[in-house]
């Protein structure tokens, strides 16, 4: 797998460039990249770097997730009462200029189902507070074996649900980096090159 080590910019400028969900995968595709970063492998790099681990190449992935905004990851969740749908490599979902919205040939890699019996829509919630197989599969590693930094403190790992019946692109918090938020319109980009024989 290869990864953008800096996230795409308008010409000129230094900051990461923000762009619909839809745009951003145009933009990469363009740029020769397939996919973004899927939260598990975001998520990662972040802990690779907190605990210290990461090879040159990844440090640099890891210091620019931290330059400016929050950055698209490459699931799309949506809520029906109870249940959280998650879909992984999600592709037709589109901003309209409202919302985002299912095209007619919206499709995906792989989607899952989680209990969110009691968890409310449109607010931060602590990760610790979740399922254990959700908090697994988008952080790609049980809550207690997360680094301190994103277990405990006013930076602790979140999640922010989509409203009842809103399916929406999942993205990488702006602030706190290891904040999992549905509420963000536009991101930022960062291409995956997936190598060959293996999965977009």
Not at 19 to 26: I, P, R, V
Not at 52 to 77: H, I, P, S
Not at 161 to 172: C, D, I, K, Q, T
Not at 186 to 191: H, N
């Amino acid at each position: 797998m290869i990864i953008w080590p800096r996230a795409y910019r308008l010409h000129g400028e230094t900051k990461k460039a923000l762009l619909s969900y839809d745009e951003n995968l145009k933009q990469l595709r363009n740029d020769g990249y397939q996919r973004h970063l899927r939260p598990a492998e975001a998520f990662s790099i972040l802990t690779g770097g907190l605990e210290g681990r990461l090879t040159t190449d990844f440090k640099q992935v890891y210091n620019d997730m931290f330059t400016g905004y929050g950055e698209w990851l490459n699931m799309a969740m949506e809520r029906q009462g109870d249940k959280l749908i998650t879909y992984l490599d999600p592709e037709g979902l589109v901003w309209d200029g409202a919302q985002y919205v299912k095209e007619p040939g919206f499709k995906y890699e792989e989607r899952k189902e989680f209990d969110v019996t009691g968890k409310a829509s449109q607010t931060h919630i602590d990760l610790k507070l979740f399922d254990k197989q959700l908090v697994r599969y988008v952080y790609g590693r049980t809550f207690a074996d997360l680094p301190s930094e994103m277990k405990e403190g006013d930076k602790r790992a979140q999640v922010y649900l989509p409203a009842e019946g809103m399916v929406r692109p999942v993205g990488r918090g702006v602030i706190v980096n290891w904040l999992i938020s549905v509420s963000v319109f536009f991101g930022s980009v960062r291409g995956v090159a997936v190598v060959s024989g293996a999965k977009k």
